[in-house]
């Protein structure tokens, strides 16, 4: 993937109940691209546990839409494709 999100996942997003509804932390993903554990596994799985703790990082943001995997030291930005 290029930094976009794909399709199906969009179209998911946009009618489903996901992570991020009444999550504290949709604003700080959404301005710092950072992801949580529920948001990988409703964007693999499809479902999602409303249990887990919410910990965004931007390497899960990374792994989620760009299907790679980051060391922590590295920034999100240093992976985008330009």
């Known amino acids: 993937m290029n930094g976009k999100i ?6 998911r997003i946009l009618s489903e109940v996901v992570p991020c509804n ?3 932390h949709v604003h700080r993903c959404g301005l710092a691209n950072m ?3 529920d948001f990988m596994d409703y964007a ?3 479902k999602f546990s409303s249990e887990t703790p919410r910990e ?3 390497r ?3 792994h989620v ?3 790679r995997q980051i060391s922590e ?3 999100v930005w240093d992976h985008i494709d330009g």
Not at 6 to 11: D, N, R, S, T, V
């Open 6 to 11: 794909p399709h199906k996942l969009l179209k």
């Open 56 to 58: 965004p990082t931007q």
């Open 73 to 75: 030291s590295t920034q």
């Open 35 to 37: 992801a949580c554990q």
């Open 65 to 67: 839409f760009w299907g």
């Open 22 to 24: 009444g999550c504290a």
């Open 44 to 46: 693999n799985k499809g």
């Open 60 to 62: 899960m943001y990374a």
